[in-house]
Structures are given as structure tokens and as C-alpha cells.
């Protein structure tokens, strides 16, 4: 049977990387931390740009890399920011996260990374990612979850874009709030619930470099990438995404401008 097929929400466009090029094992992996150690085989699922790829070299010396991504275009820059790094033990193909392209039971460590929240049928992704991981080993997941995003000061125009993102996201046949679901989905995937820690974690934007970074790339992010296609399928004018974009850039210029991002996270012991 084919995999349930989505349409990435963002796109391959700059401001969408810019997010992506940011993220670490620190920032966006630490709940992993600890069942990383020398030796390990690691696969990162939907690595995009390769940051977080990279990094985890860093967590596993003496061990091995591989990251794979839809997307084929992004992989020059994944491994070309390995090579700049100097990762010897870090390679990257192209491959689907519904369908992935390895033997059973060939990975210590198999990691996603606001994966799931993308892809058609993130519980079959789960499937595959357990599949492919050894006995004894780890799957690891983190989600953003779209309703829990709370910032100030409110604003009409960050109320649009906020409601907006989720109907953009669930017409590409996506799933916006897949924070608070990654424990159930772990469930149907065969995971069984003593086997999975759940945590959550905040991303939090608040001193005026976080702010013109976040701010910014959502600014950007409205008009420019792949979004705002998707927004006009739901109905959204250009005027409709122009006034968001600008309530974004006055967010950037508000001194007490805050806002704090959600993610649910899991580990399920294969």
C-alpha cells in the first residue's frame, strides 16, 4: 500500500532554512543526551540541512551518522556543512521517512526532528523508524505543537497568522499540533507504553537578536516561501499575508516582545 503522501508547509525557501540552520543536539536534542555515547550508529530522519546531523558526530565518536531527507536539494547543503565541519563519520542520502531505505535493526539511535508533524501518516514513519533501529536501541522524536504557542504582546495580525498556519498545514495533510500526539502515536506504532519517556521542552524568543531572528524568519516565511501558496488555498489574500508579515516586524520592535514555542517530545526503547 503507498504511503499517505504531504506537502511540506515551508518549502526549501531561505527563510525556512534559516530555522533549520539554527537547530543543534543543544537546542533542539538535549532530551537525547543522555543515551548518546561512543560507538553508536545514529540515523536522523528528515535532517533537512544537516545541523543537527552533524552535531550528533560530535555525541558518538568512533561511530557513525546518517542522515536522510526527502527533499533532494537540501542534501548539497547537508553535506557540504559536513564538510565544512570536518564530520568524517556523517553521510547523508535521499530517502522517505514513510519508507526508509535500510535493513531492519541497523541503528542505535533512529531520531526525527519536527518530522512527523509533516508527513501523511506519522504513525507509519514511527513504524519504519522502530524497524529500522536495533533491539535494545532508541526512537527518539521531538514536535513543536501549534496550540501551545503563546507570545505578547497580542496582536490581531499574530492571531491571523497563528489560526491561518494551522488551516495551511492541515490542507497539506500535515499535523500542527503533533506535540501533545507523539506518545500516541508511538502507541500505534507498536511501542508499547512502558516502553516510551515522554518530556516537553520551550524554545523562548525574547532579547532583540531572538526576536529579530524569530521574528524575522516568520516575517519572511509568510510571503515569500512555500506558505503562502498554501495560504492561498485556503482563501488568504496577499493583503491578508502582507498584514501578517508587517505584525511580525512590529513584534520584532516591541521591548517586551516574548514568545515561547512548545515541543513534545519521546523516546520509545525498542
Request: with cysteine; proline share 5%.
Amino acid at each position: 500500500m503507498a504511503s499517505k503522501q504531504a506537502t511540506y508547509t515551508h518549502g526549501s525557501h531561505e527563510s525556512a532554512l534559516r530555522s533549520h540552520k539554527w537547530r543543534t543536539v543543544a537546542n533542539s536534542a538535549a532530551f537525547l543526551i543522555p543515551h548518546l555515547k561512543p560507538g553508536l550508529k545514529i540515523l536522523d530522519v528528515g535532517c533537512g540541512p544537516g545541523t543537527i546531523t552533524v552535531d550528533f558526530a560530535n555525541y558518538v565518536p568512533g561511530g557513525h551518522v546518517t542522515g536522510v531527507e526527502y527533499n533532494v536539494d537540501i542534501l548539497a547543503q547537508a553535506r557540504a556543512h559536513a564538510t565544512e565541519r570536518g564530520a568524517a563519520n556523517v553521510e547523508f542520502q535521499q530517502g522517505d521517512a514513510q519508507a526508509l531505505p535500510f535493513p531492519d535493526g541497523t541503528f542505535d539511535v533512529v531520531h526525527a526532528h519536527q518530522v512527523l508533524q509533516h508527513v501523511g501518516d506519522p504513525v507509519q514513519a514511527l513504524r519504519e523508524m522502530r524497524r529500522v533501529a536495533k533491539p535494545g536501541g532508541v526512537v527518539a522524536a521531538r514536535e513543536t505543537d501549534f496550540a501551545g504557542f503563546i507570545w505578547f504582546p497580542d496582536a490581531p495580525g499574530l492571531r491571523e497568522w497563528h489560526a491561518l498556519y494551522q488551516r495551511v498545514a492541515r490542507g497539506n495533510g500535515g499535523e500542527p499540533d503533533a506535540g501533545r500526539r507523539v506518545k500516541a502515536w508511538a502507541r500505534e506504532a507498536g511501542f508499547a507504553p512502558a516502553a516510551v519517556t515522554c518530556s516537553t521542552a520551550t524554545w523562548c524568543f525574547s532579547t532583540p537578536e531572538e526576536r529579530q531572528f524569530w521574528g524575522g524568519l516568520w516575517a519572511d516565511r509568510i510571503v515569500k516561501s512555500d506558505f503562502a501558496k498554501g495560504a492561498a488555498k485556503q482563501g488568504a489574500s496577499t493583503e491578508d499575508l502582507e498584514r501578517q508579515s508587517q505584525a511580525w516586524r512590529k513584534w520584532i520592535d516591541e521591548e517586551d516582545g516574548w514568545f515561547a514555542v512548545l515541543h513534545g517530545e519521546i523516546v520509545c526503547h525498542v
